[in-house]
């Protein structure tokens, strides 16, 4: 799956570029969807599949598309 079908914020979507990632791997194409939903997801996969990458992603755009709010 091609991140850009996840409709993700662009400044997501120009750091892989930059990166030289255009595609998900399984791992991140499993479970991206649901923690973009805020969903809650796991997901077990061998070391270097890209799961951290998966995680952040998703808590990155949340960050970027959640408006800041000023405390008192």
Same mark, same amino acid.
């Given at each position: 799956? /091609? ?7 662009? /400044? ?18 499993? #479970?991206? /969807?649901?923690?973009?939903? &805020?969903?809650?997801? &796991?997901?077990?996969?061998?070391? &270097?599949? &890209? ?5 952040? #992603? ?15």
């Amino acid at each position: 799956m /091609p991140f850009h079908d996840l409709a993700l914020p662009q /400044p997501i979507l120009q750091a892989l570029a930059d990166l030289e990632f255009a595609y998900c791997t399984p791992i991140q194409a499993q #479970i991206l /969807p649901a923690l973009l939903e &805020g969903r809650d997801a &796991g997901g077990r996969a061998q070391t &270097g599949t &890209g799961k951290t990458a998966a995680f952040l #992603i998703a808590i990155f755009t949340r960050l970027l598309r959640t408006p800041l709010t000023s405390q008192p």
